[in-house]
């Protein structure tokens, strides 16, 4: 329910609701779970701490935010709206599929041909250019409602000028991204875990780069998605 009001509360780009009520998801979710861990050491109770924590947080935040923009908040089931909305959810859904396939296709590779311990190296590095990635995606999903109404209301003009500072945005953090990692590479990986991570500078700016080229994709599938444009997302993908 909670990710239906985020839906909700998108539409109209109502993102610092959503950001509170996710932070507090955590916040509250690991105060419950380390709570009851500690009180009844179950991990099936303290799990369902967390289920509670979500429900009480849905229940007093996220309700009364989304009748902000709906006074009665009643969530209903159109039966007329379902195959439309199924037959437009299961290509996206594909998409989504694929998409994480392609983010791990890389590991299978490097455990496959260079063992346990690249892939560990592999996998720890790219958290770096990953948590870049977070902001991009967390860009694209604000101005997603936003191009969606353009694209409705065939303002195409400022649904073009809004795609192209969403473009010049990623462009410039991932120019960032790179001058800090080549200049700054080895005393980033030597901070953040050992100094024997060091060694791999280079693959840390390789995925910087991939990641960078990564961020002008991302812009464009969530334009498409605004488009409604989903099956043509598949041969891409």
Not at 135 to 164: C, D, E, T
Not at 204 to 229: D, H
Request: proline share 3%; hydrophobic share 50%.
């Amino acid at each position: 329910l909670s990710d239906v009001s985020y839906g909700y509360l998108q539409k109209f780009e109502s993102m610092k609701e959503i950001s509170i009520s996710l932070i507090l998801r955590g916040g509250i979710g690991l105060f419950f779970l380390g709570g009851m861990l500690y009180l009844s050491k179950s991990l099936v109770i303290a799990t369902a701490g967390i289920l509670l924590a979500w429900i009480l947080v849905y229940a007093v935040f996220d309700v009364r935010c989304v009748k902000k923009f709906n006074g009665n908040h009643r969530f209903e089931f159109n039966k007329d709206y379902s195959p439309a909305i199924l037959k437009s959810a299961i290509p996206l859904g594909v998409v989504m599929a694929l998409l994480s396939l392609t983010k791990n296709v890389p590991k299978y590779f490097v455990d496959n041909y260079l063992g346990k311990e690249a892939l560990g190296y592999y996998s720890t590095i790219a958290y770096i250019p990953q948590a870049v990635n977070m902001v991009v995606n967390s860009l694209g999903q604000s101005l997603a409602p936003r191009m969606a109404r353009y694209w409705a209301k065939n303002q195409f003009l400022q649904h073009q000028r809004l795609i192209l500072k969403a473009f010049l945005a990623v462009f410039l953090l991932g120019i960032v991204m790179l001058v800090g990692v080549v200049f700054f590479g080895e005393f980033i990986l030597s901070f953040m875990y050992t100094p024997e991570y060091a060694a791999y500078t280079k693959l840390l700016t390789l995925l910087s780069i991939a990641t960078t080229i990564r961020f002008g994709n991302s812009i464009l599938g969530y334009n498409l998605t605004a488009m409604k444009a989903y099956s043509v997302q598949l041969p891409i993908n």
